[in-house]
């Protein structure tokens, strides 16, 4: 089967007949002008060494040669085997906290910027396998339902702020049960991971019998603690302008401290791995590689003709062409003309 990879450089063959129809006219204009001049007998005398049939041939030569270029352009492809697809890999789920607290800087430049950074680059090392994000505050909301279009993931990535969730809070275990919900609802178990990306301050429901619930069901739930033991005062901003920072009703500085206790018992509860960030090592890496000891399913397989480039044989054929064209004289050779290769016939 032959396909053409740009089919629209074919318009340019529109282009032939009008060449020759211009070449048509120009043979019948210049015979016209040549009677006017003088008969016609003494011009095939005083023109006999040039002939008469070699200009066609030049022209024809040109006309194949153009296309040619033009089938070139427009890329022929061939199909030459069947090749079998298959999808291996696991379904990731990223949940990150997208609370106030997670604008806090004791991580540079600031928990959730390192959050959102640090998921980029493991998308980076995906292959087969498909992820989705989920965020949360108050409440959960799936951010990018499960996929292997890492190029959309990262797009949904970067619009991921603190306001997209409008209900403050921390949420953890309405996150946990809505990135269940999310994976496909297959029978094959072990292809399944959760990662949750917060400071651990779970203020809303019971996130360690989420976790238990997830385990249950194959589905392996690891936490990365983002931010240090020490804390941090929660930033305010106008815009893009930092004005100062998150007060209590006394007038205090609120402190965001890391639990790292709350996130070490969710991830004993789902059979997970439990990570502490800082400011050289985000964690994802060591997480990363406890889920490629996963089993891979395959997603999907197809079947599909693997098409190969065949232009570079009209290119070559158009060279041949335009190289005989050149080679070609209008001037008889004393020395070929009693071959007469093009058929000429010899005036009397």
């Known amino acids: 089967m032959i396909k053409f990879a740009q089919l629209y450089y074919l318009y340019g063959l529109v282009l032939v007949?009008?060449?020759?129809?211009?070449?048509?006219?120009?043979?019948?204009?210049?015979?016209?002008?040549?009677?006017?001049?003088?008969?016609?007998?003494?011009i095939h005398r005083l023109t006999n060494s040039f002939?008469?049939?070699r200009p066609g041939w030049k022209f024809t030569f040109i006309i194949l040669a153009f296309i040619l270029i033009i089938l070139a352009l427009a890329r022929p492809q061939i199909g030459s085997k069947i090749i079998k697809a298959e999808k291996k890999g696991v379904d990731l789920m990223i949940i990150l906290d997208v609370s106030n607290s997670m604008l806090c800087e004791d991580i540079q430049p600031s928990r959730l910027q390192r959050s959102k950074q640090a998921i980029s680059k493991l998308i980076d090392k995906l292959d087969n396998d498909r992820v989705g994000i989920i965020v949360?505050?108050?409440?959960?909301?799936?951010?990018?339902?499960?996929?292997?279009?890492?190029?959309?993931a990262k797009m949904f990535l970067e619009t991921i702020n603190t306001d997209i969730v409008p209900e403050q809070?921390?949420?953890?275990?309405?996150?946990?049960?809505?990135?269940?919900?999310?994976?496909?609802?297959?029978?094959?178990?072990?292809?399944?991971?959760?990662?949750?990306?917060?400071?651990?301050?779970?203020?809303?429901?019971?996130?360690i019998k989420a976790a238990q619930d997830?385990?249950?069901?194959?589905?392996?739930?690891?936490?990365?603690?983002?931010?240090?033991?020490?804390?941090?005062?929660?930033?305010?901003?106008?815009?893009?302008?930092k004005v100062g920072y998150k007060k209590d009703k006394g007038g205090t500085t609120i402190m965001s401290?890391?639990?790292?206790?709350?996130l070490q018992k969710i991830a004993s509860a789902g059979k997970g791995t439990y990570i502490r960030a800082n400011n050289s090592n985000?964690?994802?890496?060591?997480?990363?590689?406890?889920?490629?000891?996963?089993?891979?399913?395959?997603?999907d397989s197809k079947t599909f003709a693997d098409y190969e480039d065949r232009f570079?044989?009209?290119?070559?054929?158009?060279?041949?062409?335009?190289?005989?064209?050149?080679?070609?004289?209008?001037?008889?050779?004393?020395?070929?003309?009693k071959i007469n290769l093009f058929g000429n016939k010899k005036l009397n």
């Open 312 to 337: 570079q044989f009209l290119i070559g054929a158009a060279l041949f062409f335009l190289i005989l064209e050149m080679l070609l004289l209008n001037r008889k050779s004393k020395y070929l003309s």
């Open 136 to 152: 949360f505050a108050g409440k959960a909301f799936v951010q990018l339902p499960i996929t292997s279009d890492f190029s959309a």
């Open 257 to 262: 401290k890391l639990d790292e206790t709350m």
């Open 169 to 207: 809070g921390t949420a953890i275990g309405a996150a946990i049960d809505l990135a269940v919900e999310s994976f496909d609802k297959e029978k094959k178990l072990n292809n399944k991971a959760i990662i949750i990306i917060t400071d651990g301050e779970n203020h809303e429901d019971d996130a």
């Open 51 to 53: 002939s008469k049939v």
């Open 282 to 299: 985000a964690g994802l890496q060591s997480i990363f590689d406890e889920i490629s000891k996963l089993d891979k399913i395959e997603f």
């Open 17 to 42: 007949p009008i060449l020759i129809l211009l070449y048509v006219l120009m043979l019948k204009r210049k015979k016209r002008a040549i009677k006017t001049f003088a008969d016609i007998n003494i």
């Open 214 to 241: 997830a385990k249950e069901k194959g589905i392996k739930v690891n936490t990365i603690g983002m931010g240090l033991p020490d804390g941090a005062p929660i930033p305010i901003y106008n815009g893009t302008i």
